[in-house]
């Protein structure tokens, strides 16, 4: 049995899931060979340890029994078991957080993040991680970050490893957006309550202006970018932000959900400009000939495959030399708890392979 340990940061929407998931899924990894235990679980403030791997009550046991902790003090508190192969999960959000990956791979943690802000650094902090993990061995898996839990980062990469020259990809990036306009085109509602809707769905950033204000996909698009070995950075990508300046980032998340209704009347207006057959899709874009990486609000037709999207569903569009014309194309369901748990599960697995016995 190779046995492998989880230290999960991040029991939100998508670390609670992925808890359950991994624990009802026990028999499946025996078969394969594996035990799959999460020993400690936190959030910002609080860490629930259980040596053994949280059971069915972790909630409860998370509340009754978590005790306030440092990120060093966990990494300690490894350092005394004698755990074979341990991997720190990221289902935070944290920019914060992202600051001790260094050190959990020093000391001996392999990496797996929903998280995209790693991916997404300067250049040369993104670079400087890649050059630590491939000192230390370690493993750093985040097919999540892009399509929740569809295979996008993997196919792009093994198109570009394999020599296929990808020339564009373009889509619709965003599942809580995907599904904030196919919302608001279908029903006669507030665009600030379909906002509330998607936030309630968990398809949302925990700050939904990460989302609205395009900063997500825009870091989507710098992911994809970077697997073909590019060397953009965030600042490179044109992006048409949906959230009105005096609501921008500066201001409080409270501030900005207070006043939220103040979108109500722009976006009506979009819409009212709209032709019968026609919706608005936020998308993004990457031409590698053109060096353009852009995201922006669109108008499409209802009967195109971007129009035409349903729910959460996000939609990439790969073009490369073999392809030729027609794209090859990657659609699904871009965000939710469910799916995007799945996809960090199945990182999990893909991380059990790539180790050996004794690594
Ligand atoms: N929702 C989705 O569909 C998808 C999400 N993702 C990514 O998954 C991640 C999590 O999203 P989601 O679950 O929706 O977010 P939530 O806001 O629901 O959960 C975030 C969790 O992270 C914890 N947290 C925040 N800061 C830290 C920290 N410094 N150390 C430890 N824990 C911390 C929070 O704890 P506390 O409550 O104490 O703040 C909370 O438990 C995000 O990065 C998101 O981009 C990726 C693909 C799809
Ligand atoms: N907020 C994101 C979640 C997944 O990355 C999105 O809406 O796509």
Redesign the pocket.
Known sequence: MKKIQLIL???????STFINQIIQAQKVFQQQGLEIEIPII????TAFIKDEGVDENWKANFVDFGLPYQVEEIIDYVKTKNWQHIVAID????S??VNNYTNLVENGFHIIA???VANTLAYDDYEFFREILKENKKQFLYE??VG?GLPVVETIKNLHQSGEKVTKIRGVFS?SLSYIFNTFSEENKNFSDVVALAEAK??T??DPRVDLSGT?VARKLLILARELQLTYNLEDVKVKSLVPAHLAETTSVTTFQENITDLDEEFQLLKAELNENEVLRYIGELDVEKEILEVKLVKEQKENPLGALQGADSLFEIYTESYGNQPLVIQGAG???AV?ARGVVSDVIKLAERIDCCN
Request: glycine letters at 18%; aromatic letters at 10%; hydrophobic letters at 35%.
């Open positions: 940061f991040g029991i939100g929407n998508v670390g936190l959030n910002s403030s289902a935070t959000a944290s914060e957080f929903a998280n995209k999540t970050n929740a599942g968990g398809f950033e925990p997500d965000a939710g708890a995007t």
